[in-house]
């Protein structure tokens, strides 16, 4: 069985799904701080198998041993972990406690139940300002947040356990920017508060919610002059944590690899796409450059395809009419339901 942690999360619950296809039963465990119990009802309604289930936090060691003793756990996917960049700044212990604890407490249960097969969430702030374009996994890594700082130390953490122990194996997983969601409309991102990301943001604008978008940056040195960043489906993604998994799982060597499907594009084009897909206009005024943005930031995602036979196959319209079937059918999210 397949461990997810943060499994009620927005790319958990995706992953759950893509995994109960992949024939890989799941055990999934979550403390709802940042996501609904609803997420379970949604995932059994599509068919998945959500009877392995616990509230556990993962940075609770013995509620950890528990569910490593109750049910035989082969590999683990860990997502649990708080992801907000702003937030991280202004309460880094809070991060790296959740984070970097998190990731100890599980490596630790791991260790002591004989399981060394680990899925790690990374992502690609990691790598900070890029020196050159597109950004292979070899560029420098400057993480420019708390929350970076605490996906770069759990890599590190997790490479060290397997320097100590060899029999281990770990796929580092660094995603560039997931969008979308499931094309049911019935799961997908669903953030309390003010979105931190710009899909959220644009579909909440496309709905009524928000009056309009703000555009931070319009004479960046890109081709319509907004920032550029690397949209992934996260179908696709999930289908990245599937083939990772069997990669390790079929005795594959551990590996640090970029998600993202290498193209660049426009918060503009983004803007336009949607409204293609919605039919409903989003309204956007230009504000000043945010401290800290870069013009833009792609994957070069050729080691995943080499490695894994990975590659992404959803494009800018299917990431926009799956953002929006999903905001459409649910205004407020899961508390909606
Ligand atoms: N969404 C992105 O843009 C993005 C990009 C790169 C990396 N990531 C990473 O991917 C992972 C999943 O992200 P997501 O977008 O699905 O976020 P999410 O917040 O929707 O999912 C994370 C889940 O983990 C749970 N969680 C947090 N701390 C926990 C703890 N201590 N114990 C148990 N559960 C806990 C939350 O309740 C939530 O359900 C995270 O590790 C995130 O850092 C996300």
Not at 190 to 209: E, H, I, S, W, Y
Request: glycine share 10%; aromatic share 8%; hydrophobic share 40%.
């Amino acid at each position: 069985m397949i461990l997810l942690t943060g499994a009620t999360g927005y790319i958990g619950s995706h992953t759950w799904l893509a995994l109960d296809a992949a024939a890989m039963p799941v055990v999934g465990i979550d403390d709802f701080s940042n996501s609904s119990p609803e997420v379970l009802r949604r995932l059994a309604a599509l068919g998945a198998d959500v009877s392995r289930f616990a509230q556990v936090d993962v940075t609770d060691r013995a509620a950890l041993a528990e569910v490593f003793e109750r049910w035989p756990i082969e590999a683990v996917v860990h997502f649990a972990a708080k992801k907000a960049v702003g937030e991280s700044v202004a309460r880094p212990l809070l991060y790296y406690a959740n984070n970097v604890g998190g990731t100890i407490a599980l490596a630790e249960t791991m260790r002591a139940h004989g399981c060394r097969r680990i899925v790690f969430s990374s992502t690609a702030t990691v790598y900070g300002q890029p020196r050159s374009l597109p950004v292979r996994e070899d560029a420098a890594l400057e993480p420019s947040s708390p929350y970076a700082s605490t996906k770069l130390m759990s890599e590190n953490i997790l490479r060290d356990v397997e320097r100590s122990d060899p029999a281990w194996r770990i796929a580092l997983l660094r995603y560039f920017n997931p969008v979308g969601a499931h094309p049911s409309g019935t799961i997908g991102e669903d953030p309390r508060g003010t979105p931190n990301n710009l899909m959220p943001f644009v579909a909440q604008v496309a709905v009524g919610k928000r009056a309009r978008l703000q555009v931070f940056g319009s004479d960046y040195e890109t081709a319509d002059g907004s920032g550029v960043r690397d949209y992934l489906h996260v179908q696709d993604l999930a289908e990245g944590h599937v083939a990772a998994l069997k990669h390790l799982l079929g005795g594959g060597d551990s590996l640090t690899l970029n998600l993202g499907t290498g193209q660049g594009v426009s918060v503009l084009e983004l803007v336009r796409a949607f409204e293609r897909a919605s039919g409903r206009p989003v309204p956007y005024e230009i504000a000043p450059r945010r401290p800290g943005d870069v013009a833009a930031y792609y994957a070069d995602p050729a080691l995943a395809e080499r490695l894994l036979g990975w590659k992404a196959r959803l494009g800018l319209d299917a990431m926009c009419a799956d953002s929006w079937r999903w905001q459409a059918a649910n205004p407020d999210g899961y508390a909606g339901s």
